[in-house]
């Protein structure tokens, strides 16, 4: 009867320290069930950051893309600014020195304009005294003439 009480506590001893480890063993699955889900979850996270990114990437891609396109433009842009510049500045100056062509042939221009009207006046002078000469000339051809037909009268 000892022997079988002996065995009997150690047979509920056994079984306690079972339950009890079956206890442990279903406690450590459950955290191993939680750790699971939390790694897929994670995993997930993971694979939707890493495609989330990739979709980033690409639109970055696109963006950096277009980015550099609007540079071209833009660099294009200026090329044709820097151009229009340099006629616009290469019209004023042809202007600017049209408009001084323009003053010295108008300043040329008046210069002749008053050495013709000089030259006119001295031409009328000349014609006056030719005029008077002529006169003179003709009034001592009449005195003469007067003064002959007197002599032989």
């Known amino acids: 009867a000892s022997s079988a009480e002996v065995g009997g506590a150690r047979a509920a001893e056994l079984e306690s320290a079972l339950a009890e480890k079956e206890g442990m063993l279903e406690e450590l699955r459950g955290k191993l069930s939680e750790a699971v889900q939390k790694a897929e979850a994670a995993e997930l996270a993971q694979a939707s950051a890493a495609s989330s990114a990739e ?30 510049v340099q006629k616009a500045e290469a019209a004023e100056s042809a202007q600017a020195s ?45 005195a003469q003439a007067s003064a002959a037909s007197s002599a032989e009268v």
Do not use: C, Y
Not at 58 to 72: D, I, M, P, V, W
């Open 55 to 84: 979709v980033g990437g690409a639109r970055a891609a696109e963006l950096e893309s277009a980015l550099a396109e609007k540079e071209g433009m833009l660099e294009e842009l200026r090329g044709k600014l820097s151009e229009a």
């Open 98 to 142: 049209a408009a001084s062509s323009a003053e010295v042939g108008s300043a040329r221009t008046a210069e002749l304009e008053s050495a013709l009207a000089d030259k006119e006046q001295v031409l009328d002078e000349l014609r006056g005294k030719l005029s008077e000469a002529v006169q003179k000339a003709e009034a001592a051809e009449l």
